[in-house]
T-cell receptor, first 112, second 109 residues
Framework: NAGVTQTPKFQVLKTGQSMTLQCAQD?????MYWYRQDPGMGLRLIYY???????DKGEVPNGYNVSRLNKREFSLRLESAAPSQTSVYFC???????????FGPGTRLTVL | RKEVEQDPGPFNVPEGATVAFNCTYS??????FFWYRQDCRKEPKLLMS???SGNEDGRFTAQLNRASQYISLLIRDSKLSDSATYLC??????????FGAGTRLFVKA
């Protein structure tokens, strides 16, 4: 089992460019999450998907969109990247809302 | 004020020392609590859940004080491999999981 995988591992964008971060899990988990981690801020929830076919905003959703493509995959899209979106992005999954969250290795994004 | 607050450290301790981390949470609706460990430039991984009665896992002991809205993690007999950042986590119910910014620990030989 690969667990939670994320692509790409690193990305540099210019302001205004768009990109999609990909996430997949092979644990048959129902719930998936996107977080960002900034120095001194801890991880903050951007969006989550409680189950296939549903998505909801987290704490910091502005500037992002998500798609739960199927049970395995949950993508995060930046339509028009801004320097404030420079961060490390983690995808996570859990069997349900009450269970342990398993994290992917992260994507380090820099927006110039 | 952050909903989950931790002393950022760093804590620098010798091998074999006992070290304690504290965490406070401000939302009394928080229902469940966890400690995660994060190595440098890696993803967070669950260390242990925190129960009202307190719980122990080998050298690690977690305590919860709901009245004071306070969570602690005690590490006994520190190892070099314990060097990491420890994240305190409070879950309010539903999917509202709040992470603290983390406490850095360096264990030195």
């Amino acid at each position: 089992n690969a667990g939670v995988t994320q692509t790409p591992k690193f990305q540099v964008l210019k302001t205004g460019q768009s990109m999609t971060l990909q996430c997949a899990q092979d644990m048959n988990h129902n719930s998936m999450y996107w977080y960002r981690q900034d120095p001194g801020m801890g991880l903050r929830l951007i969006y989550y998907s409680a189950s296939e076919g549903t998505t909801d905003k987290g704490e910091v959703p502005n500037g992002y969109n998500v798609s739960r493509l199927n049970k395995r995959e949950f993508s995060l899209r930046l339509e028009s990247a801004a320097p404030s979106q420079t961060s490390v992005y983690f995808c996570a999954s859990s069997e349900s809302q009450n269970n342990e969250q398993f994290f992917g290795p992260g994507t380090r994004l820099t927006v110039l | 004020r952050k909903e989950v607050e931790q002393d950022p450290g760093p804590f620098n301790v010798p091998e074999g020392a006992t070290v304690a981390f504290n965490c406070t949470y401000s939302n009394s609706a928080s229902q469940s609590f966890f400690w995660y460990r994060q190595d440098c430039r890696k993803e967070p991984k669950l260390l242990m859940s925190v129960y009202s009665s307190g719980n122990e896992d080998g050298r690690f002991t977690a305590q919860l004080n709901r009245a004071s809205q306070y969570i602690s993690l005690l590490i006994r007999d520190s190892k070099l491999s314990d060097s990491a950042t420890y994240l305190c986590v409070a879950r309010r119910g539903g999917f509202k999981t709040i992470f603290g910014a983390g406490t850095r620990l360096f264990v030195k030989a």
